[in-house]
């Protein structure tokens, strides 16, 4: 979404640099970008298909391997039943609208109900709370940072993350501008993050206790009748039954759990209820833990009761120019939830996908329906899902494996085949995720700069092959040749034309007309500003009666299991919780295999408070071994005050020392992985979110 200028000579890339130009990232640049040119010229980055043999890999043709996977995948199926097929997606999947529309189709001619993405270890509560609440899976409210008076962010760390779920590029400076016009940042979170460091306030919370914290907020506004709806108020139901469910929710209650005293409880409401304009942002950590589902409709509850929703300066909805939600709203895709369940321990279906948490499982549990054969793309579950020792067994048992991406990864070195797609710069790109995420309505388009090598292929032209391939291994899964033709022609680029032209800020049929159409977006290769949100409700409502659910009945009744603390105690000498935490030049795994983003000071330490590290007799620089339930790791140590006692902090992504890793970063930098020690039985019951956030461990 960052708008960069990259210089080139003779096919090489010279310089990356931001864009002073793009009227929405004003020459913002964040190291993601700069990586562009280390993994494009990456000599561990795959460039052609490979084949895994009992002598290692070998290099194999397009056509051959797309005719061995068909007639594999479609066997299987045929002896074992469909569903002995499984897909897992992983987040860069999003930043390639080819890729999104791609892997789509291939899922759909699988047949299969076992699909898994990453979604279920990051934002799945966003998307829960955003159905129940408003009527669709897509419809996530942003916080308008850019005009309000009062962010409080709980649980994320948008100076790293550049605004997960969230997009706002330039953070920096957006939040300045917050306290310059006399605005207030407020953090609540068990670390003291990086944007906890520049805000007014920081308030340590003990992970996954922030439901309570909310609750007592809104405790707290009904019991001094603070709650002013405004114009909600006319489409909003269940005011009177959250002003009753609330009651028992007591700031000196939430005290006790959270470790934030009452009259700070009490102050934060007050504060946040009387400003002219709030709005409350939360993220990872309240996403990943036992209650997300919770805490995510909490947060939006909290923004209603106070008028902040859909106004400016508060939580607020986008119209971006391909309006995905549009689109998936016609097609009568909303969202659903717990349509089916898991064979083994019977989780919940939520958006056509089961929770990743349950993937290992199935896949190691006999029996019928068991999981026989995996594709994956663009995705590493073994770093990035729970128990990642227990996936990486399984899936050393399954009988077919395939996986399309760009490395010889932790996951990948499992596969029998790997299909590597182009890369950044060698393809096009619109980003129809993150413009449906962004703090303002912006479009741009920009076309592939590079050549790909020989022989290469993009990634939608990987999945139309092996979507032919099937079809043709199997003749029971042909289309009608309408259906056929029309996936032919409709390739992805004109997939986004036809989005942008029948958009709401589009042309229609009109070729002549004056609103957008992909030709004019590209022509603007610096983007279009489309302006500031806009109020859009009621009319953007998917609910019936187009009004809002304020108390969604599986939401209040899980409030029950939130007082129970329905999950096992765990063992005295498990007294720490274990949260994650990012890094800015290495928050995603790719940007691992970069000499230039691991040089310099150990980026994967355990982060522990001085009292308890003095209580356990350690010091900075010692080795520790970290013991939850699941494993043991061992690291060094980092004694800070930036955490809070009781609490230590492994960052996400590493743990790059397995066997038959084609990466630098395995031999200079292999780290350990937090999700060896993150639990797969841990997790928000009600949704099946993956719990992250919150293990409780030893360390020694």
């Given at each position: 979404?960052?708008?960069?200028?990259?210089?080139?000579?003779?096919?090489?890339?010279?310089?990356?640099?931001?864009?002073?130009?793009?009227?929405?990232?004003?020459?913002?640049?964040?190291?993601?970008?700069?990586?562009?040119?280390?993994?494009?010229?990456?000599?561990?980055?795959?460039?052609?298909?490979?084949?895994?043999?009992?002598?290692?890999?070998?290099?194999?043709?397009?056509?051959?391997?797309?005719?061995?996977?068909?007639?594999?995948?479609?066997?299987?199926?045929?002896?074992?039943?469909?569903?002995?097929?499984?897909?897992?997606?992983?987040?860069?999947?999003?930043?390639?609208?080819?890729?999104?529309l791609g892997g789509a189709a291939l899922a759909r001619s699988l047949r299969s109900i076992h699909r898994y993405s990453a979604t279920?270890?990051?934002?799945?509560?966003?998307?829960?709370?955003?159905?129940?609440?408003?009527?669709?899976?897509?419809?996530?409210?942003?916080?308008?940072?850019?005009?309000?008076?009062?962010?409080?962010?709980?649980?994320?760390?948008?100076?790293?993350?550049?605004?997960?779920?969230?997009?706002?590029?330039?953070?920096?400076?957006?939040?300045?501008?917050?306290?310059?016009?006399?605005?207030?940042?407020?953090?609540?979170?068990?670390?003291?993050?990086?944007?906890?460091?520049?805000?007014?306030?920081?308030?340590?919370?003990?992970?996954?206790?922030?439901?309570?914290?909310?609750?007592?907020?809104?405790?707290?506004?009904?019991?001094?009748?603070?709650?002013?709806?405004?114009?909600?108020?006319?489409?909003?139901?269940?005011?009177?039954?959250?002003?009753?469910?609330?009651?028992?929710?007591?700031?000196?209650?939430?005290?006790?759990?959270?470790?934030?005293?009452?009259?700070?409880?009490?102050?934060?409401?007050?504060?946040?209820?009387?400003?002219?304009?709030?709005?409350?942002?939360?993220?990872?950590?309240?996403?990943?833990?036992?209650?997300?589902?919770?805490?995510?409709?909490?947060?939006?509850?909290?923004?209603?009761?106070?008028?902040?929703?859909?106004?400016?300066?508060?939580?607020?909805?986008?119209?971006?120019?391909?309006?995905?939600?549009?689109?998936?709203?016609?097609?009568?895709?909303?969202?659903?939830?717990?349509?089916?369940?898991?064979?083994?321990?019977?989780?919940?279906?939520?958006?056509?996908?089961?929770?990743?948490?349950?993937?290992?499982?199935?896949?190691?549990?006999?029996?019928?329906?068991?999981?026989?054969?995996?594709?994956?793309?663009?995705?590493?579950?073994?770093?990035?899902?729970?128990?990642?020792?227990?996936?990486?067994?399984?899936?050393?048992?399954?009988?077919?494996?395939?996986?399309?991406?760009?490395?010889?990864?932790?996951?990948?070195?499992?596969?029998?085949?790997?299909?590597?797609?182009?890369?950044?710069?060698?393809?096009?790109?619109?980003?129809?995720?993150?413009?449906?995420?962004?703090?303002?309505?912006?479009?741009?388009?920009?076309?592939?700069?590079?050549?790909?090598?020989?022989?290469?292929?993009?990634?939608?032209?990987?999945?139309?092959?092996?979507?032919?391939?099937?079809?043709?291994?199997?003749?029971?899964?042909?289309?009608?040749?309408?259906?056929?033709?029309?996936?032919?022609?409709?390739?992805?680029?004109?997939?986004?034309?036809?989005?942008?032209?029948?958009?709401?800020?589009?042309?229609?049929?009109?070729?002549?007309?004056?609103?957008?159409?992909?030709?004019?977006?590209?022509?603007?290769?610096?983007?279009?500003?489309?302006?500031?949100?806009?109020?859009?409700?009621?009319?953007?409502?998917?609910?019936?009666?187009?009004?809002?659910?304020?108390?969604?009945?599986?939401?209040?009744?899980?409030?029950?299991?939130?007082?129970?603390?329905?999950?096992?105690?765990?063992?005295?000498?498990?007294?720490?919780?274990?949260?994650?935490?990012?890094?800015?030049?290495?928050?995603?795994?790719?940007?691992?295999?970069?000499?230039?983003?691991?040089?310099?000071?150990?980026?994967?330490?355990?982060?522990?408070?001085?009292?308890?590290?003095?209580?356990?007799?350690?010091?900075?620089?010692?080795?520790?071994?970290?013991?939850?339930?699941?494993?043991?790791?061992?690291?060094?140590?980092?004694?800070?005050?930036?955490?809070?006692?009781?609490?230590?902090?492994?960052?996400?992504?590493?743990?790059?020392?397995?066997?038959?890793?084609?990466?630098?970063?395995?031999?200079?930098?292999?780290?350990?992985?937090?999700?060896?020690?993150?639990?797969?039985?841990?997790?928000?019951?009600?949704?099946?979110?993956?719990?992250?956030?919150?293990?409780?461990?030893?360390?020694?």
């Amino acid at each position: 979404m960052c708008g960069v200028v990259v210089e080139t000579r003779d096919g090489q890339i010279v310089s990356i640099k931001g864009d002073e130009q793009d009227p929405f990232s004003r020459g913002h640049i964040c190291p993601k970008a700069l990586g562009l040119k280390d993994v494009h010229e990456d000599p561990n980055r795959l460039r052609h298909p490979v084949k895994r043999t009992a002598d290692g890999w070998v290099r194999v043709s397009w056509s051959d391997a797309f005719r061995d996977i068909a007639t594999r995948l479609t066997g299987l199926q045929r002896e074992h039943g469909r569903n002995v097929v499984a897909t897992y997606f992983g987040n860069p999947q999003v930043h390639s609208y080819s890729a999104l529309l791609g892997g789509a189709a291939l899922a759909r001619s699988l047949r299969s109900i076992h699909r898994y993405s990453a979604t279920s270890v990051d934002q799945l509560p966003h998307h829960f709370a955003a159905l129940q609440l408003f009527g669709h899976q897509l419809l996530l409210p942003i916080p308008d940072i850019d005009r309000t008076q009062f962010l409080l962010v709980i649980g994320g760390n948008p100076l790293v993350s550049n605004g997960s779920l969230m997009t706002a590029p330039d953070i920096a400076r957006r939040l300045k501008d917050l306290r310059g016009r006399n605005g207030q940042l407020i953090v609540v979170d068990p670390r003291r993050t990086e944007t906890a460091d520049m805000a007014d306030q920081h308030l340590f919370i003990k992970p996954g206790t922030d439901a309570w914290l909310l609750l007592a907020m809104l405790q707290v506004i009904f019991t001094e009748r603070l709650e002013k709806l405004g114009r909600l108020e006319t489409f909003t139901t269940g005011l009177d039954e959250l002003r009753t469910t609330v009651a028992a929710f007591t700031p000196e209650r939430a005290a006790a759990h959270t470790q934030i005293a009452a009259a700070d409880i009490r102050d934060l409401a007050r504060r946040f209820a009387k400003s002219d304009s709030a709005v409350c942002y939360g993220r990872m950590g309240v996403s990943t833990q036992a209650f997300g589902a919770l805490c995510q409709w909490l947060i939006q509850a909290l923004n209603i009761v106070t008028g902040n929703l859909d106004r400016p300066g508060g939580a607020m909805f986008t119209r971006p120019a391909f309006d995905a939600l549009g689109l998936s709203s016609a097609m009568g895709q909303r969202g659903s939830y717990d349509r089916r369940r898991t064979r083994v321990r019977a989780l919940p279906e939520f958006g056509g996908e089961f929770p990743v948490a349950a993937l290992a499982e199935e896949i190691l549990t006999p029996g019928e329906g068991q999981i026989k054969a995996l594709v994956t793309a663009a995705g590493n579950p073994v770093l990035s899902t729970p128990n990642g020792r227990q996936l990486d067994q399984a899936l050393a048992q399954l009988d077919f494996m395939v996986s399309v991406d760009i490395y010889i990864n932790e996951t990948t070195r499992h596969a029998h085949y790997i299909l590597p797609p182009t890369f950044g710069l060698e393809r096009d790109h619109y980003d129809l995720i993150f413009h449906a995420l962004a703090i303002r309505n912006t479009t741009k388009y920009s076309s592939a700069l590079l050549e790909p090598d020989p022989g290469s292929m993009h990634d939608w032209q990987i999945f139309d092959q092996l979507v032919r391939h099937i079809e043709a291994a199997d003749r029971s899964r042909q289309r009608p040749w309408l259906d056929r033709l029309r996936s032919r022609w409709l390739t992805p680029q004109r997939a986004l034309a036809l989005g942008l032209r029948f958009g709401p800020y589009g042309s229609g049929w009109n070729p002549f007309g004056a609103g957008l159409t992909l030709a004019k977006v590209a022509a603007s290769p610096h983007g279009i500003d489309l302006g500031p949100l806009q109020p859009c409700l009621p009319d953007r409502l998917f609910t019936r009666n187009k009004t809002i659910q304020l108390v969604p009945p599986v939401l209040r009744n899980d409030l029950e299991r939130l007082e129970n603390n329905v999950r096992e105690t765990p063992p005295a000498s498990l007294t720490l919780s274990l949260i994650g935490r990012r890094d800015l030049r290495t928050n995603n795994s790719w940007l691992h295999n970069s000499r230039r983003f691991i040089k310099g000071p150990n980026r994967c330490t355990l982060l522990m408070h001085p009292t308890d590290a003095t209580a356990r007799q350690l010091e900075s620089g010692c080795l520790v071994t970290v013991t939850s339930r699941t494993g043991s790791v061992r690291i060094e140590l980092e004694v800070s005050d930036e955490i809070a006692p009781g609490v230590v902090s492994l960052p996400h992504g590493w743990g790059h020392d397995r066997d038959g890793i084609q990466l630098d970063i395995a031999r200079t930098h292999p780290g350990v992985s937090a999700n060896d020690l993150t639990d797969e039985r841990y997790l928000d019951a009600l949704c099946g979110n993956a719990a992250l956030n919150g293990v409780p461990v030893t360390v020694n």
